[in-house]
């Protein structure tokens, strides 16, 4: 499986952006999909995570500032960001879950929250 990510850049704090994600090759079907982040010098975070059925979990510190959707029919995830935070600086990986239990990971994208 693999997968590409895009959307990354420059936003303003407060500003909004929209990262997408596709996945390809040999899936039959994909459980979970999500993101995680890795901001400079720090681990890798969990950021959500999106089941089948749309049930999704958020860090504490997105909820209500980050929407992820997912396009089962096009292997897509896209994750909405609002009100942006120079603390949501980071590259951004979005992952796929397939039926298999294999989970894969996308090179990542990186933006920018910055005046």
């Known amino acids: 499986v693999q997968l590409q990510a895009s959307g990354g850049g420059l936003v303003q704090p407060g500003g909004f952006l929209r990262l997408s994600c596709v996945a390809s090759?040999?899936?039959?079907?994909?459980?979970?999909m999500g993101w995680y982040r890795q901001a400079p010098g720090k681990q890798r975070e969990l950021v959500v995570d999106?089941?089948?059925?749309?049930?999704?979990t958020y860090a504490s510190s997105v909820k209500g500032r980050f929407t992820i959707s997912r396009d089962n029919a096009k292997n897509m995830v896209f994750l909405h960001l609002n009100n942006l935070r120079p603390e949501d600086t980071a590259v951004y990986y979005c992952?796929?879950?397939?039926?298999?239990?294999?989970?894969?990971w996308g090179k990542g994208t990186q933006f920018t929250v910055s005046s």
């Open positions: 992952y796929v879950v397939v039926w298999t239990g294999i989970k894969s």
């Open positions: 090759g040999s899936i039959f079907s994909i459980d979970d």
């Open positions: 999106i089941l089948s059925n749309g049930s999704a």
